[in-house]
C-alpha cells in the first residue's frame, strides 16, 4: 500500500440482499466486471448474487481476476481484502458466510479506485513485437536468470514484465510457452524491491486461486508507481441496463454480446462501410468486437491516473489489436467510431435484452 493511498471505506450493506439479476451466468460474470469498473455498487451486488446462485464453484476466482485486472494497485487494501476473504472461511464467516462475504467485496471493489495497468502491461508482454527479443531470451534463459533479469536496470518496464511473467510459471491457458517458474522467488524479489507484504500476500492468494499472468505483474506495476506521482480522478460513467442488466455486459465474451455486434455491424452503415474499406471476412468481425470493448471498457471510475499507466494503456490496447491481425491505428479509429456509434448499439442490446434472451 502507497503512502497516499487512502484505505477505501467499507460498505455499508444493511440494505436487504441483493435481488439477483435475470440473466444466465455469463452475462452475469461481464455485468459484475463492468459495474466493478464503473463504480456502480448496487449492480456489482446484483450480478455477485447471480453468480453465487448459478455458478458457485467459480465465484470467487472471477472476484478475485477482477479484482487484480480492474482494481489492482488503484487500491491494494480492496484486493488485498477481496483475497484474504476468498481464501479464509473464517472471515467469510464473518461476513454472513460466502453470500455475505461476497456482497461485501463486490461492493468494496466497485466503491475502490481503478487502475488497469496489469492488464495492459500482459497484454504487451504477450503480444507486443517490439518484445519478442525478450521473450526469445526469456524462453531460453533458467529460472535464476529470469528472475534477475526482474530488476536489470538495462531493461525496460515491459521488457522486465516478460521477465516476471517467464520467471514466475504462471501460463496464459490454453498456451503453453512459458515452462517452469518459482513464483516464491518472484515474489521475494518483489520484496527486495520494497512491494509490501500485504500485496504480496494478496498475490500469492490470486495467483493459487485463478493461475492467471496478470497477477503477478501487479507488484511490478506498484514499484513503477511508487516511483511517480498519481492522481485519482471521478467521472460520470453511469451505464444504461434493462432491469439491471448492463449493456454495456452484452460484449465479445457473451454470446448475446456477440449477435448484438453482428446485428450493429449490418444496420450501421458507418460502421458497415469502414469494416467493408479495411477488412475482409471474419476479421472484420473480430476488429469490431475488440474496437466495442474497448469504446465500453474507456468508462472508469474512480480512476488512478499516473503517466506510466497511460503509457501502458495505449501498449496494451495496440498489442490487444496486434493478437487479432489488426493494426494498432486502423483499432483506433473503429473503436472512436464505434463509441460514437455505442447509442445504436445499446438499442440493439436492450431488444435483445427486453425479448428475455439473456435470460435463464
Not at 469498473?37 to 448459478?54: E, F, K, P, Q, Y
Not at 504487451?124 to 528472475?147: F, Q, T
Amino acid at each position: 500500500m502507497r503512502e497516499d493511498e487512502e484505505r477505501p471505506e467499507a460498505p455499508d450493506l444493511d440494505d436487504p440482499a441483493p435481488e439477483p439479476l435475470a440473466c444466465n451466468r455469463w452475462i452475469a460474470s461481464s455485468a459484475l466486471q463492468k459495474a466493478v469498473r464503473r463504480g456502480d455498487v448496487s449492480i456489482a451486488r446484483r450480478a455477485v448474487a447471480t453468480l453465487w446462485r448459478d455458478d458457485r464453484r467459480m465465484v470467487w476466482r472471477r472476484l478475485l481476476v477482477i479484482a487484480a485486472e480492474d482494481v489492482g494497485v488503484g487500491s491494494v487494501a480492496a484486493f488485498a481484502t477481496t483475497a484474504r476473504l476468498a481464501a479464509d472461511a473464517r472471515l467469510r464467516r464473518e461476513k454472513g458466510g460466502d453470500p455475505g462475504a461476497l456482497d461485501f467485496a463486490a461492493a468494496l471493489l466497485a466503491r475502490a479506485p481503478k487502475d488497469r495497468s496489469p492488464d495492459y502491461l500482459i497484454a504487451a508482454a504477450m503480444h507486443d513485437p517490439a518484445l519478442e527479443a525478450a521473450r526469445e531470451i526469456c524462453s531460453r534463459a533458467s529460472v535464476v536468470r529470469r528472475l534477475e533479469l526482474v530488476v536489470d536496470d538495462s531493461w525496460s518496464l515491459t521488457e522486465r514484465a516478460v521477465a516476471a511473467w517467464y520467471g514466475s510459471g504462471v501460463e496464459s491457458w490454453p498456451e503453453r510457452r512459458v515452462g517452469p517458474g518459482d513464483l516464491e522467488g518472484l515474489l521475494r524479489v518483489y520484496a527486495d524491491l520494497g512491494a509490501p507484504d500485504e500485496l504480496l500476500d494478496a498475490v500469492r492468494i490470486a495467483v493459487r486461486r485463478t493461475r492467471e499472468p496478470i497477477v503477478v505483474l501487479l507488484p511490478l506495476v506498484w514499484l513503477a508507481l511508487s516511483r511517480e506521482s498519481s492522481d485519482f480522478v471521478d467521472q460520470p460513467a453511469s451505464a444504461a441496463h434493462v432491469d439491471g442488466v448492463p449493456l454495456c455486459a452484452l460484449d465479445l465474451h457473451t454470446r448475446l454480446g456477440r449477435n448484438a455486434i453482428a446485428e450493429f455491424r449490418r444496420r450501421s452503415a458507418e460502421i458497415a462501410e469502414f469494416l467493408d474499406r479495411r477488412f475482409s471476412g471474419f476479421r472484420a468481425e473480430r476488429a469490431l468486437r475488440y474496437a466495442i470493448f474497448f469504446a465500453d471498457g474507456g468508462l472508469i471510475r474512480p480512476r488512478l491516473l499516473w503517466k506510466t499507466g497511460l503509457q501502458l494503456e495505449r501498449l496494451g490496447v495496440a498489442a490487444d489489436f496486434l493478437s487479432i491481425g489488426v493494426d494498432p491505428g486502423v483499432g483506433a479509429e473503429l473503436t472512436e467510431l464505434a463509441r460514437r456509434n455505442l447509442d445504436e448499439l445499446d438499442a440493439i442490446r436492450a431488444d435483445l435484452l427486453a425479448r428475455g434472451d439473456g435470460a435463464e
